[in-house]
């Protein structure tokens, strides 16, 4: 397992729908299930094998810092994955750009030109939840980040089991 620490905050926007809960107010495992789930999702619609990743293996999550109402009040489940190559980053930009607008996220900046020698793209997105994903599909390794949203609950402390 590959756990990339990030140093950045996150962005909480909220449920957005009256009666949802506020942010940092979600459990700590409704927001590393929907964490989890939006990994497999990406993983599913990518186009290529992610070896490293199995949606079951649940064990051994670790939470980094955020902020809700200060700096780090918060936590939030992050992790990075390597998969196989994509024969047209392009096009796979594509189509995971249409599946993340078909379920509301927002499409954050497109990377198009990442220098010299990559043959990469990528593509970032957000959930009405706060919840940000980056997809880089390459023609060498491709990369799924994904950063759930900022919790509060004091159980987000703890090593997944």
């Keep these: 397992m590959v756990l ?3 140093g950045c905050a996150a962005n909480q926007t909220g449920g957005g729908q009256s009666g949802e809960p506020g942010p940092g107010e979600r459990s700590a495992q409704e927001v590393f299930t929907d ?4 990994m497999e999702d990406t993983v599913q619609q990518s186009g290529t094998s992610w070896p490293e990743w199995d949606r079951q293996d649940t064990a051994e999550y670790v939470t980094e810092p955020c902020g ?6 918060g936590r939030l489940y992050q992790r ?7 024969q047209n980053p392009q096009a796979s930009v594509d189509a995971m750009k249409a599946h993340w607008e078909s379920k509301g996220y927002k499409i954050g900046n497109t990377f198009d030109n990442m220098g010299g020698n990559t043959t990469g793209i ?22 799924i980040n994904v950063h759930s949203e900022c919790t509060l609950d ?4 703890k090593k997944t089991a």
């Excluded at 990075?80 to 994509?86: A, L, M, S, T, Y």
């Excluded at 959930?127 to 997809?135: S, Y």
């Design 68 to 73: 809700i109402h200060e700096r780090a009040d």
């Design 154 to 157: 004091p159980a987000a402390r």
């Design 35 to 38: 964490f989890m789930d939006a």
């Design 122 to 143: 990528e593509i970032g997105a957000s959930t009405p939840r706060g919840m940000v994903l980056i997809f880089t599909p390459s023609k060498g390794t491709s990369f």
């Design 4 to 6: 990339v620490a990030s």
């Design 80 to 86: 990075q994955i390597e998969g196989g190559p994509v």
